[in-house]
């Protein structure tokens, strides 16, 4: 009787192994296959052999539905498609004149803070995460950034947070295709703070609609969108005392954004051209607090 029940015991032993010889190794092929698949990131930079696995990554939704841009199925770049997000909706606190917050405007910086930037403006946001969700709630950015921007941010992060190459220029032939490149611009930087009729925000915001300060003066506005502006500001009789951070636009994109203005909320028509702000670029920044001249708009 012992010898039967031993002799069945070692058959069952010999069934078993080969089974559990066979599970080990689909687990094993299954995690080189996943290695092989995941994205490679060598100095912010995946290799070329992960663009399929992107492909699908950046065609994925979201779990409140089927949200997709262009720039997420192409899989988004910091220079393409973040750094505009961050300019129009992060750059009141995360820009280069921020002591004590990172500069989201700065690509190794927002590479370096990538995981943590997709936690507040992700993971917070869809409740996922114990940190205050960025930008905060309420506020004029958390109010301006939309669905497909958390989204682009997301895949961003998840793709491994790829820099990418600036989009080449649309040189404007006219005064009309500047205003109208401009007015993209405003629309997704500008308008967050200032808002899309230029009426800005009574005691945060200056107003940029028939502004005494902004007409008097074309090149001390130049400036301020180069360099930025701290300190006290009067504009059409209101102190405002909030922080005007420095982009990171080319000489065309100041150019056509200034136009823009300036031909928009009855101001004065001005057009701004980028030999102007390349000629400005290079000379000093006004100091910050300096009253504006008189114009014909005061």
């Not at 005494?212 to 090149?219: E, V």
Request: aromatic share 10%; glycine share 8%.
């Amino acid at each position: 009787m012992h010898l039967f029940l031993f002799l069945n015991q070692r058959r069952r032993v010999r069934l078993v192994w080969p089974c559990v010889s066979a599970a080990l190794g689909c687990i094993v092929f299954a995690e080189a296959l996943a290695q092989s698949a995941s994205p490679v990131a060598h100095n912010g930079q995946i290799t070329p052999d992960t663009s399929a696995r992107q492909n699908v990554i950046s065609s994925q939704a979201n779990a409140g539905g089927a949200i997709f841009s262009d720039s997420t199925n192409r899989g988004p770049t910091y220079l393409r498609d973040i750094q505009p997000i961050f300019m129009g909706n992060c750059s009141r606190c995360h820009n280069q004149q921020s002591r004590f917050i990172y500069n989201w405007l700065d690509y190794k910086t927002a590479f370096a803070d990538r995981w943590e930037i997709r936690r507040r403006v992700w993971d917070s946001w869809k409740g996922s995460y114990y940190k205050e969700a960025m930008p905060i709630a309420n506020s004029p950015e958390s109010l301006a950034l939309t669905d497909e921007e958390r989204l682009t941010i997301r895949n961003w992060v998840d793709n491994g947070g790829l820099r990418g190459v600036t989009p080449p220029p649309g040189a404007a032939k006219s005064k009309a295709e500047r205003i109208e490149l401009g007015r993209r611009l405003f629309t997704s930087i500008c308008a967050a703070c200032h808002q899309s009729t230029g009426m800005g925000r009574p005691n945060m915001f200056p107003p940029l609609a028939g502004s005494d300060y902004l007409n008097a003066d074309k090149n001390r506005a130049i400036q301020i969108v180069i360099f930025g502006r701290q300190g006290e500001v009067v504009v059409n009789g209101q102190k405002f005392n909030n922080n005007m951070p420095s982009f990171p636009l080319t000489d065309d994109d100041v150019a056509n954004v200034l136009t823009f203005v300036y031909n928009s909320f009855g101001n004065s028509g001005f057009e701004v051209t980028p030999e102007e702000v390349k000629s400005l670029r290079s000379q000093p920044p006004a100091p910050s607090g300096k009253p504006a001249p008189k114009s014909d708009f005061e």
